[in-house]
């Protein structure tokens, strides 16, 4: 039986998204999440960027060590990630954003610059605002 695109869209999100446990993007300041936490990105420049929640930091760690690890292991079960941004509306997943990182430098088997020092730095990877300090709110 072949499978709609609605139904392969379903499976996948029953499969990989916790939809009645979502984890918080952004880092926020009231009850609603609607006022968030700014910080300041930029070595020359400094910019207000929205600052990523603390769950969302944990999680993100754990995702990347989880294939970092398969990759110094050579194990081969991880290609990379895919990360969703989204909302839940009416029991609904609607997305706002599916990206991917995949595992591997485009020139040679290393590790991707985008997971690499994702632990200790945040890395390149999930440029959705960042996990420093809080300097304001809006």
Known sequence: MRETKRTLWESWLDRYVDSD????????????GL?????EYGRRQRRPVLR???AMNAQLKQAVETVVEDHETRRGKY????YLMYTIEESQVIPYYIGKTGMYRRSDDG???NLRNVSETGGKFARWGTGTRTTSVI
Do not use: I, M, Q, Y
């Not at 290609?79 to 895919?82: E, F, I, K, N, S």
């Open 21 to 32: 446990d979502p984890t918080p993007l952004f880092a926020t300041t009231d009850d609603a």
């Open 35 to 39: 006022a968030v936490e700014l910080t």
């Open 52 to 54: 990523r929640g603390e």
């Open 79 to 82: 290609d990379g990630l895919v």
């Open 111 to 113: 590790l991707s610059a």
